[in-house]
């Protein structure tokens, strides 16, 4: 008996411990720094961004204080309605220029504008409302359908139903509960595609003029990777995208291929360019991925 007691006793103690980490965490969280500083912010124009223009002007930034920059002088114009992806070896700080852009960190240096406008004069909300992503990790929170996709009920149902359709994800709607069926906290109720496609569905709802795509097909199949490059083309067709690569193939038929090296802009030019350029960082690129391919 006292053998049973004891290991009940040392049991009960661990699992205080690993639940006294939810108490510990929330601790951390209440104690966040804002991401707003105090100043005084101006809302942008109502029809901000019109043209989708991104001019990145020797941007430098690191993620904490005391760590060395990840990029470096980082300089580049995205031309309104342009298709680019973004490639570049582990650590090139691809990524990073999302970073930038939805000012997860504040930069050390330089500035990033959109049609004109310095993002860093704008408030948080306003910037990243106008601004739409598709991540690789996908987002979800414990609730119905149609509130994952349009929190705000700013769409009306028929809206979502044929955005669903277009993005080959309607077939959730034959759930008996329709867009109010209920998704688990992450969506672990859904395969990682379907979270990838409803990800795009969200992006469509939001029109943007700037598209982020942060590898997002990576957790898809090539046939639905390709249907996802139609489905973005036909109805996002003049919106400014960026797309950080995970396959090559996803971005070979940008407008123009942004070579990341070392936290700099090693090339910016046609994909077909840089491919038939000897020596460049965007050849090597190709040819280790046929590499690896075989």
């Known amino acids: 008996m006292l053998t049973g007691q004891v290991n009940d006793t040392l049991k009960s103690f661990m699992m205080l411990e690993t639940q006294m980490i939810s108490v510990e965490r929330l601790f951390e969280y209440a104690d966040l720094r804002s991401e707003e500083v105090d100043t005084p912010r101006a809302d942008p124009p109502p029809n901000w961004p019109s043209h989708g223009e991104?001019?990145?002007?020797?941007?430098?930034?690191?993620?904490?204080?005391?760590?060395?920059?990840?990029?470096?002088?980082?300089?580049?114009?995205?031309?309104?309605?342009?298709?680019?992806?973004?490639?570049?070896?582990?650590?090139?700080?691809?990524?990073?220029?999302l970073s930038c852009l939805f000012r997860l960190v504040e930069l050390r240096g330089g500035s990033v504008s959109i049609d004109g406008l310095d993002i860093s004069t704008l408030p948080l909300f306003r910037l990243r409302s106008r601004l739409a992503i598709i991540p690789q990790?996908?987002?979800?929170?414990?609730?119905?359908?149609?509130?994952n996709l349009?929190?705000?009920?700013?769409?009306?149902?028929?809206?979502?139903?044929?955005?669903?359709e277009a993005c080959s994800i309607a077939s959730l709607l034959e759930h008996a509960n329709g867009l109010a069926m209920p998704l688990d906290s992450g969506g672990s109720n859904l395969s990682a595609g379907q979270r990838q496609l409803l990800c795009m569905v969200r992006a469509?709802?939001?029109?943007?003029?700037?598209?982020?795509?942060?590898?997002?097909?990576?957790?898809?199949?090539?046939?639905?990777?390709?249907?996802?490059?139609?489905t973005l083309a036909s109805q996002l067709g003049g919106a400014t995208t960026m797309?950080?690569?995970?396959?090559?193939?996803?971005?070979?038929?940008?407008?123009?291929?942004?070579?990341?090296?070392?936290?700099?802009?090693a090339e910016f030019a046609a994909p077909l360019e840089l491919k038939a350029r000897k020596g460049s960082h965007f050849a090597r690129l190709c040819e280790a991925a046929e590499r690896e391919g075989h």
Do not use: W
């Open 150 to 164: 349009d929190p705000q009920d700013e769409c009306d149902p028929a809206t979502l139903r044929a955005l669903m």
């Open 243 to 265: 797309t950080i690569a995970h396959r090559l193939d996803t971005i070979m038929g940008s407008d123009r291929v942004l070579v990341m090296d070392a936290g700099k802009v």
């Open 54 to 97: 991104v001019v990145f002007t020797d941007v430098v930034m690191g993620y904490r204080v005391g760590l060395p920059d990840v990029l470096k002088g980082a300089s580049f114009t995205l031309c309104g309605g342009e298709k680019i992806g973004v490639c570049g070896r582990t650590g090139s700080g691809k990524s990073t220029l």
């Open 137 to 147: 990790d996908p987002i979800f929170f414990s609730g119905s359908l149609r509130y």
């Open 204 to 230: 469509l709802l939001k029109k943007a003029r700037v598209l982020v795509l942060d590898e997002a097909t990576a957790n898809l199949d090539m046939e639905t990777d390709e249907l996802v490059q139609r």
